[in-house]
């Protein structure tokens, strides 16, 4: 089990930028327990969809709607992960939910969303 800890959400205007964190209860890099973790989001709406991850061994993958917009990094020292999202836009606007996958125990855990606004 493994508990996300999701912070940084706020409102912005356009252009504007944030940075999410997501802390992991567990050192979930140094074990080999995590296969990847990342950010979806979800807008009313809408379904939930892939922002972006990174996986155990350093790979990225990014939804195609923030490419070159968004960079998802990691601090293994510190059980974390990070979004830092440039350049935001009005559809940006979201529940951005953290989550992860664990090789150990087959399971995907998510944390609580961080609401993410972008207005004028």
């Known amino acids: 089990q493994v508990q996300l800890v999701a912070s940084g959400g706020g409102l912005v205007q356009p252009g504007g930028s944030l940075r999410l964190s997501c802390v992991a209860s567990?050192?979930?890099?140094?074990?080999?327990?995590?296969?990847?973790m990342g950010w979806y989001r979800q807008a009313p709406g809408k379904q939930r969809e892939l922002v972006a991850r990174i996986t155990n061994g350093g790979d990225t993958n990014y939804g195609d709607s923030v490419k070159g917009r968004f960079t998802i990094s990691r601090d293994s020292a510190k059980n974390t992960v990070y979004l830092q999202m440039n350049s935001l836009k009005p559809e940006d606007t979201a529940v951005y939910y953290c989550?992860?996958?664990?090789?150990?125990?087959?399971?995907?855990?998510w944390g609580q969303g961080t609401q993410v606004t972008v207005s004028s």
């Open positions: 989550s992860v996958d664990s090789r150990v125990t087959s399971g995907i855990y």
């Open positions: 567990k050192s979930i890099f140094s074990v080999n327990w995590m296969g990847w």
